[in-house]
C-alpha cells in the first residue's frame, strides 16, 4: 500500500531486570512505512473524576508491524485534532487474505484523553484556600 494520510511514530519502553531488583528502561521510536488515521468517536465526561473528553481513533499499517498495548502512537501530518500522542488500546489486528498472500495491513484502536481532572481543581483551590487562611 503506498497511501498515507499521516506519519505514525511507534514509541515502545522495554524494561528489563537483573534479577536483583535493578530495572532499566529502554525507549525505541520506529516510523511506520505508511499510515492512515480514521476517527471513531468522542465520549464527554459524565463522571465528575474522569477525563473530560475521551477520543478514540483507528490507526492502520503495515502487516506484522510489532505493537504491545502499552505502545505510545505520535501521529504528525495529518490535522491539529489528530496529530499529537495516542495510546494503543488492546491488541493489534493484521489483515490477511485466505485466499491468497495479500496481507493489506493492521489495525489498531488508539485513544487519548483530554481536559482536567475535577478532583485536580478541587485539590488546589482547597490547597489555595488554605494557604490564604493560613496566611490570615
Known sequence: MTGSNCTA?????????????????????????WAIFAPRAST??????????????????????????????????HSPNVNGEWQVEGRSGDWAS????????????????SGVLSTEVESSSSSSSSSSSSSS
Not at 56 to 64: D, E, K
Not at 98 to 113: C, H, Q, T
Open 9 to 33: 511514530t511507534v514509541v515502545s519502553v522495554a524494561t528489563t531486570d537483573d534479577g536483583f531488583g535493578n530495572t532499566t528502561e529502554a525507549t525505541s521510536e520506529t516510523t511506520l512505512d
Open 44 to 77: 464527554e465526561r459524565v463522571d465528575p473524576h474522569a477525563p473530560a473528553v475521551i477520543t478514540a481513533g483507528t490507526l492502520y499499517g503495515p502487516f506484522g508491524t510489532p505493537l504491545d498495548a502499552d505502545d505510545l502512537i505520535v501521529l504528525s501530518g
Open 98 to 113: 485466505p485466499f491468497s498472500d495479500w496481507r493489506p495491513g493492521f489495525e489498531v484502536a488508539i485513544k487519548r484523553a
